[in-house]
Structures are given as C-alpha cells and as structure tokens.
C-alpha cells in the first residue's frame, strides 16, 4: 500500500462509513455531502483493494476485510486524537453523542437522573441506548466502536477494555399481595405457577432451570418477555409470578417479595468500556455518572 495516497481526513470518513454502512448517515456525520462521501469510500475500495461495504438486502454490509479495519482504525484515530489534542474541551463546551449498551434494568434507574445530571455539567452531550443482545456482543460493540460504554455483567479478562465493579444484585421472587400462592408460599407453589422469564434473546430455559433440572424438579415457564420493565404491570394483573432483580422489585408498588425457594445465584454488574477512550473527556463524565448513580441504587433486603 502507498502511503501517500491516504490522508488523515479520508480515515475519518471511513471510520465513519464503516460505522454506519450508509453513505449518507456518515456524510452528515463528518460534514460532507454525499457525493463527497461516496466518492470517499471509491477511494477508499481502491486503497485498500476490496468493496468494503455492498449492498445486501436493502441495505449496505461490511465485507470481512471492512470489518477487520474496525477496531485498529479506532484505534489509530484515537491516538492521533490523543497526539494532537493539547488541550481538553470544558465539559459545558462539550458537543458530542455516546452510545450506552444496557438492558433496560439498569436504565430504568438511571437515564432520568442521568440526563438531569448532563442538563447541568454538560449540555451538549447526547445519550443513545443500544439494546444488550449479550455480554460478547458488548464487548464486540466496545472493540469495533459502534458502542462508546456498556453496562453488563461482564468477566473482566485481557481483551482491551477497562472495567468497573458497579454493585452485586440478587433476586426475589415477585407477585401481587393477592395471588393464590403468597399466603403459604413455599418451593411446590413456586414451582406450580406459571413464571415470567426475561430474555432479551427469546429462551425459555434459563441457569435457574438448569439448577432445578440437576435436582429433579422443573417449573412451567408460563411467559417470556424481552425486558424487566413490562414485568411488575404483567404481575400485578395476572395469577403469574418472577423472579426479580431486587432493585426492580423494590421500586415497584404493588407487589410482595419472597427468597427464592431453591438457591439462585446473584450477579454483579460493571460498566466496560475500550481503553482507547481513556482520553475522552466526555465518555469519563458519563462513565462516573452511571456509577456514581447505580451505586446510590438500594437492594431490596
């Protein structure tokens, strides 16, 4: 490859196609026009020899190589960022979008403190909330950098990403005050209700099954839903019940709360993001917000 024929400002237009896969999203994201962008990704394909983005079924897709180039374009576009940036940007001077993978427990608890928090210390920094498909796919999304911060539950290993221990949760099961098995709750009406299961992937079988299978003992899963927040109104109008992180079951009306009848592991929850973007001033203000505001999240007893 001949060096001379790349510059800094077409790897800024690259990056942003490669994240977007739409020429004109990432036109209007480095302020070109998209005759300008597309030209761009022409020189591109000629620089590094391959197509880069084709088109699928209505829309574009990354080759291999394309996606090969994601995380070291990141890469060097941060250290040269890091080079050449002297001299920080004040917080309240701050124009910039983060993106945040998170189930939407833990966002119920944090976006409307967040964003009063960002209205006050920095104005001109938006928030995007990418659904949690995995804790893989987060990491891919730090790693690539279509995700900026993610909150999961994550085994901190050497894979490029920074990590912070937020809090440790356990669950409750979860039911309202008049279901046929909260007087005389006990593991053989637990087991003979139906159950609502939260999977953002759709699967019926969870760790808890698996426990109870290893026991001899299985429960009917009556109902799966993709996310925590339809939870508490589903149970308050329905002879179901769940097993509930306790900061959910705490923060909602209506319901009454027992231990779990067979032993149900907990488990924490970090905040990761890339290290590249140890620099960014921006990404750090987010970051210590969500923790500060997620550690301040009390547990239900």
């Not at 761009?40 to 000629?46: D, E, G, I, K, S």
């Not at 969870?206 to 009556?222: F, I, N, Y």
Request: proline content about 8%; hydrophobic content about 50%; charged content about 20%.
């Amino acid at each position: 490859m001949n060096l001379r024929s790349l510059d800094l400002n077409l790897l800024v237009v690259l990056d942003a196609l490669l994240d977007e896969a739409h020429v004109g999203r990432a036109a209007e994201r480095v302020g070109l026009s998209q005759p300008a962008a597309s030209a761009a990704l022409q020189r591109c394909r000629h620089v590094f020899r391959d197509a880069l983005l084709e088109r699928g079924r209505g829309v574009m897709r990354l080759t291999p190589r394309a996606q090969a180039l994601r995380a070291p374009l990141k890469s060097l576009l941060a250290e040269v960022a890091t080079l050449v940036d002297t001299a920080p940007v004040p917080l309240h001077e701050l124009r910039q979008t983060l993106r945040i993978v998170m189930t939407d427990y833990p966002a119920l608890f944090v976006l409307a403190p967040l964003a009063a928090r960002l209205r006050d210390t920095a104005p001109g920094l938006d928030l995007v909330v990418q659904p949690w498909l995995s804790a893989d796919a987060a990491r891919r999304a730090l790693a690539e950098g279509s995700a900026d911060l993610a909150v999961s539950v994550f085994a901190p290993g050497e894979d490029g990403l920074g990590y912070e221990h937020l809090l440790d949760e356990h669950y409750v099961v979860a039911m309202r005050p008049d279901h046929p098995a909260a007087a005389g709750f006990d593991r053989q009406l637990w087991l003979a209700s139906p159950h609502i299961v939260v999977s953002g992937r759709g699967e019926r079988t969870t760790p808890v099954d698996e426990e109870l299978a290893r026991r001899g003992l299985a429960r009917r899963v009556g109902l799966v839903v993709p996310g925590f927040q339809m939870v508490p109104i589903l149970l308050r109008q329905t002879d179901m019940m769940a097993l509930l992180p306790s900061r959910v079951a705490a923060a909602e009306a209506g319901l009454v709360t027992f231990p779990p009848p067979v032993p149900v592991p907990g488990f924490p929850l970090h905040l990761a993001w890339h290290r590249r973007r140890a620099g960014d001033v921006g990404l750090r203000h987010v970051a210590g917000l969500l923790a500060e505001l997620l550690r301040a999240t009390r547990p239900m007893d």
